[in-house]
């Protein structure tokens, strides 16, 4: 059974920074690329940053320049670096990864940035 986990979310102020982390466990021989959403009230989740098995970036518009994805092959870990941090920002953050061709969710922290 796999699992992921994240940590790092809380409560800053804007121009803040906050740095997301995921660990997986469990029966893992190789993991896909690795993401992380988010989810504010009443809007659908969307993807914030993706990041490939070789360690190649994409970012939501919303968040590039301000955001930094980054992943620990050897540990199962994804980072999100967050810095310059908007109320905007605000929302449950979620770690997603592909393990043998199936999509694992973590339980999602709160980033709440106030203004």
């Known amino acids: 059974q796999v699992q992921l986990v994240e940590s790092g979310g809380g409560l800053v102020q804007a121009g803040g920074s906050l740095r997301l982390s995921c660990v997986a466990s469990?029966?893992?021989?190789?993991?896909?690329?690795m993401k992380w959403f988010r989810q504010a009230p009443g809007i659908q989740r969307g993807v914030v940053a993706t990041?490939?098995?070789?360690?190649?970036?994409t970012y939501a518009d919303s968040v590039k320049g301000r955001f930094t994805i980054s992943r620990d092959n050897a540990k199962n870990t994804v980072h999100l670096q967050m810095n310059s941090l908007k109320p905007e920002d605000t929302a449950v953050y979620y770690c997603?990864?592909?393990?043998?061709?199936?999509?694992?969710w973590g339980q999602g922290t709160q980033v709440t940035v106030s203004s």
């Open positions: 997603n990864a592909n393990i043998r061709d199936s999509a694992y």
């Open positions: 469990g029966e893992i021989s190789h993991i896909g690329d």
């Open positions: 990041i490939t098995s070789a360690g190649d970036p």
